[in-house]
């Protein structure tokens, strides 16, 4: 169902309808010499070195407010802000349910109106960098979240 394409250091995620669900950046290690980071990184990508996680990087919630065309009313505003908290308590529960100390939010590079989480993923056992082998250790995490319609 989940998708996996190398872009540079991170992959791109996609969905079964091959769109991009979101981003997940490997946590490569303290990388040694740092300006070397570039030929390690992409050395341990070609010999499929193991990782412990990393991060993943998913849409938070799309405002529906934030377009500098909108002309709108109080009720408009009003559901909007509604379903906006509606979905961030499922945001809590579910951060709550992963266990997840630590999350960023930011806005969207792509979309002013939307706002990005990202969240760290540890992976069950030493994790190969291939992408069929990362798409089954954040299969679950995945599933959750499109279980929970928040992707």
């Avoid at 969240?119 to 069929?132: A, D, G, I, M, Y």
Wanted: hydrophobic share 40%; proline share 4%.
């Amino acid at each position: 169902m989940w998708k996996l394409e190398l872009d540079e250091e991170y992959f791109r995620i996609y969905d079964s309808k091959k769109m991009i669900v979101g981003y997940f950046d490997p946590d490569y290690g303290d990388i040694f010499p740092k300006e070397n980071s570039e030929q390690i990184i992409s050395s341990m990508l070609k010999n499929h070195d193991k990782i412990l996680g990393g991060m993943v990087m998913v849409p938070l919630v799309k405002f529906g407010l934030f377009d500098k065309d909108l002309d709108t009313s109080i009720t408009d505003v009003h559901e909007n802000v509604t379903r906006v908290n509606v979905h961030l308590d499922k945001w809590n529960d579910v951060l709550s349910e992963i266990n997840c100390k630590f999350h960023s939010v930011r806005i969207s590079h792509t979309d002013q109106d939307m706002l990005t989480i990202t969240f760290p993923v540890l992976f069950s056992q030493p994790t190969p960098l291939k992408k069929e082998e990362l798409a089954k250790e954040l299969f679950s995490i995945l599933d959750l979240l499109q279980k929970r319609d928040l992707l």
